[in-house]
């Protein structure tokens, strides 16, 4: 089973990039540990991604919009007909935003 095609917005690009740097700071062996385990989570939500619960913190969410935490990383997704859109990646120490 194929999964739908991931797409990222530039504000998680920008944040994705900006963790794994913290993390390689502390540790190249545990940042390639994180990417490595968020391929493999991208890759069973694009062929799952209604397995994630919806995100509670999305303003009027229709259900579309979903989230999973990795790492302590909060990843907020929206899923469409032919693909998955990664939104934003907040770390959950952070104060929670609405969105």
Not at 24 to 29: A, M, Q, V
Not at 64 to 93: G, P, Q, W
Request: proline fraction near 4%.
């Amino acid at each position: 089973m194929t999964g739908k095609k991931t797409n990222w917005s530039k504000t998680a690009k920008k944040q994705y990039s900006a963790a794994i740097e913290y993390i390689l700071n502390d540790s190249i062996k545990n940042a390639e540990t994180v990417e490595r385990k968020f391929r493999e989570k991208l890759k069973t939500v694009s062929k799952f991604p209604e397995t994630c619960p919806p995100d509670k913190y999305k303003v009027d969410n229709d259900g579309s919009y979903r989230v999973f935490i990795l790492y302590h990383y909060r990843v907020s997704y929206r899923v469409k007909t032919n693909e998955i859109i990664i939104l934003r990646i907040r770390h959950t120490s952070m104060k929670p935003k609405y969105y």
